[in-house]
């Protein structure tokens, strides 16, 4: 059965093809210029164009040359996000994978492993997952349950900067190499670790205990993120709907990843501009996703009560929402009196009904009352209506005419190919010397005037890098690094 299953997955592999890209060329430089002088922006235009075009960001300086991170995470993309953001601003970032690997490796979806990428040299399949956030690392496997393996970590960490990990709580300072073992051992180092609900506390143990990895949507349940997203309980029939949903992106743990590198950053230039000392820093998914969660607590404590789930909508504004149309969904921004009445304009010339709601309503006429639930439903009835004999296309051409913000809902295959972000090389194509030819988001912090972020590589194969950082860091020549092999050290 399994030589079976076997030629079914090579022959379904075997049938897929890279889509090329771009399908239509991304506008030239001609044409982007007459659009800055259309918006009397020419100077301006290209003054930024020069300064931050993709094509000169390989030829400048990296804001953090010379760092020096391990990430020594598991399982989870916070540490892997993390050390991504610090890789691509230029720090030299070595993975410590367990000899059989990060388990992220393995994830794909449907558990098929069609949908997986086989590196050059070995063919080892690796998870797309795992590969996008592994640009600009290195790899080395390291058994730290061994107490051959936790003595040469301790020897790499001396070297470290910045040491990201995610482990149980207590885990590494229980093999001794946490942080106040290794801290003695290199005063400076940067210890950054990432969880869900902290390492302290009445609950530290709690989620840990009955697994710490694959938990990243208890941080969105603990903070109240699923309660609040999904349909609104009223706006559906009895019975029918208004169930939180968690987001399929992992969203808390991206969030903890980001606060992890700010935290870092901010302990680097504590450490260099004054101190001269590492610190210990922790970072939860609970509490990063948290903090960006509006007003949710601050309602709360001001009156007492759980704020509503509204989907889509925004409590806050009216129009301020995607709905759908002919082709898919439109998002039409009217968070002032301005932008309310142009859009009222704009939808009366094809449905006059809108008109006479605005008429007949007195309460629509002003900002604050026709935020109210039974005013969003009004509105938001009426334009679907008006929204659904209309394409993305021909809403946003619509509303532009008024001065009204409006984009259409895109899917990732439009996003690849939407003219703006060809142009200015958000989406691009990287030929990877190990996963070959891969399309990938640039980095958003790639448009630094000097010291951009760039991707110089995606994945790594298990282990590739063991031969040049065990060398290079601690003097290993390739016959005690067999032997460690042999043994299961590495």
Known sequence: ?????????????????????????????????????????????KFTEEILGFESVFDKPEALQGLKVLDVGIW???????????????????????????????????????YMLKDAERGEPCGLEFIAEMRNKYSITLNLETPEGRELYKKLACHADVIIENYPPGQ????????????????RVIYCWIGILGQWGPLKDRVSKYG?????????????????????????????????????VW????????????????????????????????????????????????WYGFNRSIKARTGGWDPNLNQYAWNPCKDGYM????????????????????????????????FLKEIAARNAFQALVKTYTLTTMWLRENTRAQVEKKLLEYEVAAGPVMTIDEVAEFPHFKYRRWVDIIEDSNYGELMYAVSPNSYQHRTPARVKWMGRPLGYDNAEIYRRYLGLGYEQLRELKEKGVI
């Open 251 to 298: 969203i808390a743990d991206y969030a903890a990843g980001e606060q992890a590198a700010v935290n870092i950053l901010a302990a680097l230039y504590y450490r260099d501009e004054f101190s001269g000392r590492g610190q210990f820093i922790e970072v939860t998914s609970a509490e990063a996703l948290m903090e960006i969660m509006d007003f949710d607590i601050s």
């Open 1 to 45: 059965m399994r030589e079976v299953r076997e030629i079914e997955i090579n022959s379904f592999a075997d049938t897929l093809k890279v889509r090329p890209w771009p399908v239509t060329p991304p506008p030239s430089k001609e044409e982007v210029m007459k659009v800055y002088a259309r918006r009397k922006a020419e100077e301006f235009g």
């Open 76 to 114: 989870r993309l916070g540490n892997a996000f993390a050390s991504s953001l610090l890789a691509e601003l230029g720090a030299e970032v070595i993975k410590v994978e367990p000899p059989t690997g990060d388990p992220l490796r393995q994830l794909t979806p449907f558990g098929r492993e069609e």
């Open 172 to 187: 590494f300072d229980e093999w001794g190499i946490g942080y106040r073992q290794i801290s003695k051992l290199n005063p």
């Open 331 to 362: 998002m039409i921004g009217g968070q002032t009196d301005r932008l309310w009445y142009r859009i009222c304009m704009c939808i009366e010339r094809e449905l006059p009904q809108f008109g006479r709601l605005i008429t007949e309503d007195p």
């Open 212 to 248: 710490q990895w694959m938990l990243e949507p208890f941080a969105q349940a603990a903070n109240s993120y699923i309660h609040n997203t999904g349909f609104p309980q009223d706006l559906l029939p009895r019975g029918s709907g208004g169930d939180p949903t968690r987001s399929g």
